[in-house]
């Protein structure tokens, strides 16, 4: 599942067990993420709920480090954050109205998201030019007609906007009716 959308990443997030530390896989992703030029690595300590050590946990990061520095990898800038994605889950689903401050597991959860902002730059891209997509997915939705998934290498659209789809098969020309980033 990673490969299919890594080579379009500015930055991703490793998540490791702190209770079981860097797994096989876990480096196949670094890996991965090293060959087709994933920029930035933010790594997340999960389950550290699950352990009383601190020492073990000590033991856990400096070998995603030392596994991050053997990739390539600044494993000794890369911002660590330690938390328990299942305890912040947990504690929304029972107070959906929870606040930063509220839970200390929610809160390791705004941090990693505030380390994302910091870490990892923001993509240049150039929107004085036309618009450029390369279409990752195309999906039929009930009720909204073809919605086509990619990432924008430059340029800008809004609703209401004409754009042509450029490909192996004939161009099509469609207006844009929604948009949506994540």
């Given amino acids: 599942n990673m490969i299919t959308g890594a080579a379009q990443m500015d930055g991703a997030i490793l998540v490791v067990s702190g209770a079981d530390g860097p797994m096989p896989q876990t480096k196949e992703h670094i890996l991965l993420a090293q060959q087709v030029g994933v920029p930035a690595i933010v790594v997340f300590l999960n389950k550290v709920d699950q352990i009383d ?57 705004y941090k990693l998201m505030d380390v994302v902002d910091d870490f990892i730059p923001l993509p240049q891209r150039n929107t004085e030019k036309d618009f450029l997509m ?11 007609g073809t919605v086509a998934t990619g990432r924008v ?25 929604g948009l949506e980033m994540f």
Avoid: C, H, M
């Fill in 53 to 109: 050590d601190q020492e073990l946990l000590d033991l856990v990061e400096l070998e995603i480090r030392e596994t991050l520095d053997r990739y390539n990898f600044p494993g000794t800038d890369i911002p660590v954050i330690s938390g328990s994605a299942l305890l912040a889950v947990e504690a929304l689903t029972a107070n959906p109205q929870l606040k930063r401050g509220d839970n200390e597991w929610v809160d390791k959860i």
């Fill in 134 to 144: 390369a279409i990752e997915n195309i999906v039929s939705i009930t009720g909204r």
């Fill in 153 to 177: 290498e430059r340029g800008q659209i809004k609703v209401g906007d004409t754009v042509e789809i450029i490909g192996l098969r004939e161009t099509k020309t469609t207006t844009i009716i």
